[in-house]
């Protein structure tokens, strides 16, 4: 009675129910490959789903940074276009604009109104232009001369010397009224303006006297003018002082190998401003007249008279960051040629008109 006890606990221990109770078995080969189908089956719909948003979210979001690009740099060129020239209230032609500044200069070429819009091949720039990184060949550089938006007011009349300037300099500014040492400055009545490197500074009982000597770089090559008889080399009280700026702007690589507009702003280093634009062309308007339509667009290595140059169309060529927007290279159209990609990246043309409103008649 004992060990028949004793069994039965055991069988109970161990899971047995009794004699007629069958061994629990596994899948069969044909069970297992069946299960093991249908589960291929099924991640291989959820990987393609997986692409498929993927391929889709990398093309929104090329598309995205492509749209942005595009925008911001049609922006940035039309902004510094749009003042080409603006040396002040004067209506300024080359009799009343007088440059001061030595012939040769850092910038490559003078400040005056010829000047203050070109284009160049990346092959033809000016002697004193120097860009780090280098353009990309066969690409135009722009740049633009124009005075900063900010300027200061003329206290009293200038003397052979010295131009004096109310005292106003802005909050978190080192700068007296805005005006650092050998900055590039414009001093303009509406009659007249005078360029001319600030080269140096002195701050008095609320105003401060520019200097206008030689020495500096590129320095000035006429340093005595003003207080005499001599109307153009006289400025009125309550005339504006402003700082010249001279900006470039090009297509170069950046160290990843990736193509970009780049900015450079006087003697400043160059900045890549915008990853992405791949090239730029330029057309020019241009006419010989007071209208102030232009009469024809030129390219701008056509012997372009920049004289009298007073719009430009630019068409701004922008590419996808990665290599995988699309699946088909792409055809699209630049500059007046129809171009097929050698990548798989989304391009796309962004055009505009714009007018340089200073040289407008």
């Given amino acids: 009675m004992k060990v028949t006890l004793k069994r039965q606990r055991l069988n109970m221990y161990h899971g047995f129910k009794g004699p007629h109770m069958k061994r629990q078995v596994g899948f069969s080969i044909v069970e297992l490959m069946v299960a093991i189908t249908l589960g291929i089956v099924l991640m291989t719909g959820v990987v393609q789903m997986f692409v498929s948003s993927k391929s889709v979210f990398t093309t929104q979001q090329g598309l995205s940074r492509l749209q942005e690009t595009g925008r911001l740099a049609v922006d940035y060129l039309a902004r510094d276009i749009r003042q080409a020239g603006y040396f002040g209230c004067a209506d300024v032609t080359a009799w009343n604009l007088k440059n001061s500044l030595n012939n040769t200069n850092m910038y490559g070429s003078n400040f005056s109104l010829e000047n203050s819009l070109r284009v160049y091949a990346d092959n033809a720039l000016p002697a004193g232009l120097v860009l780090d990184p280098a353009p990309v060949d066969d690409t135009p550089v722009l740049i633009v001369q124009t005075a900063n938006e900010r300027s200061v007011s003329v206290s009293r009349v200038n003397t052979a ?189 962004f055009s505009t008109t714009v007018g340089a409103r200073p040289r407008l008649p």
């Avoid at 700068?175 to 400055?185: K, L, Y």
């Avoid at 320095?219 to 153009?232: E, K």
């Avoid at 900006?247 to 990853?275: S, T």
């Fill in 161 to 349: 010397n010295q131009v004096f300037v109310d005292l106003t300099t802005p909050p978190g500014e080192d700068c007296p009224s805005g005006i650092c040492e050998n900055d590039i400055v414009v001093a303009a009545d509406c009659d007249k303006a005078i360029i001319f490197q600030a080269t140096g500074l002195a701050e008095m009982a609320g105003e401060v006297a520019i200097s206008h000597a030689a020495g500096a770089d590129p320095g000035n090559a006429r340093t005595v003018w003003g207080g005499g008889d001599a109307r153009q080399d006289t400025i009125d009280v309550g005339a504006e002082v402003f700082s010249l700026n001279n900006v470039v702007y090009y297509i170069a690589e950046d160290g990843d190998g990736a193509l970009g507009l780049y900015q450079k702003v006087q003697n400043n280093p160059a900045f890549q401003l915008l990853r992405g634009v791949e090239n730029i062309n330029y057309t020019v308007g241009i006419t010989n007249d007071d209208d102030p339509q232009a009469d024809v667009f030129l390219d701008y290595d056509a012997g372009v008279d920049w004289g009298n140059a007073v719009a430009i169309r630019m068409d701004v060529l922008v590419q996808t960051p990665d290599d995988n927007a699309t699946v088909d290279k792409q055809t699209y159209d630049f500059a007046g040629e129809e171009v097929t990609a050698d990548d798989n990246r989304i391009r796309q043309v």
